[in-house]
């Protein structure tokens, strides 16, 4: 597609469900990240992907979080037993290797 | 650890003043940086890219500079208008050019007509 593309744009879900967002970044681009911005937060790192290469996992806040990317292409980001702290919109980009494209966004509430 | 400082964290303007953010970062070894916008409820938009060797880059009314050795950057918005309002979100990327971009916590624009 011409641009990121980022599913659902909203996800409202229980305390302690699991949840999963959906990113397929721009045909070709090489490098995929998962960003967290809480609100009136600055964007928190959260996974790296590079090809294949092993993933960046250095910014998953908890081991309830997880991520794959299938084929070099689309992402999924996992949340398990959500908690209420876990609420903030989550933001993928996919780059070539000049700039950053994002999408935009899911917003995520735990309630 | 590179730290990403964006100043002022609001600003209110008239509409049709030329204003100027500012970013700031600790660590000069950088491969990129980006000023991207965010409207509210909004993802990123990219504006403008500034590799390390470059001084600065111009779209339209936005010119952003760099300087490396001083580790800053401005982004220049001349004759400012109401659809300008939105955060503004400065980042600078790793020197080997790959890992994650580094965020700096954003100026709010206000332009009032």
Redesign the interface.
């Known amino acids: 597609g011409a641009g990121v593309s980022q599913s659902p744009s909203n996800k409202v879900t229980e305390k302690g469900k699991d949840v999963e967002l959906r990113c397929d970044p721009i045909s070709g681009h090489t490098a995929l990240y998962w960003y967290r911005q809480s609100l009136g937060q600055g964007l928190e790192f959260l996974i790296y992907f590079q090809g294949n290469s092993a993933p960046d996992k250095s910014g998953l806040p908890s081991d309830r979080f997880s991520a794959e990317r299938t084929g070099g292409s689309v992402s999924t980001l996992t949340i398990q037993r959500t908690q209420q702290e876990d609420s903030a919109v989550y933001l993928c980009a996919s780059s070539a290797g000049g700039g950053y494209t994002f999408g935009s966004g899911t917003r995520l509430t735990v309630v | 650890k590179q730290e990403v400082t964006q100043i002022p964290a609001a600003l209110s303007v008239p509409e049709g003043e030329n204003l100027v953010l500012n970013c700031s970062f600790t660590d000069s070894a950088i491969y ?1 940086l ?1 000023w ?1 916008r965010q409207d509210p ?6 504006l403008l ?1 500034i590799q390390s060797s470059q001084r600065e880059q111009t779209s339209g009314r936005l010119n952003a500079s760099l300087d490396k050795s001083s580790g800053r950057s401005t982004l220049y918005i001349a004759a400012s208008q109401p659809g300008d309002s939105a955060t503004y ?1 400065c ?1 600078v990327r790793k020197p080997s ?10 100026t709010k624009l206000s332009v009032k007509p």
């Open positions: 990129n980006q991207f409820g909004k993802g990123l938009t990219s890219l979100l980042a050019g790959q890992g994650n971009l580094i965020f700096g916590k954003g």
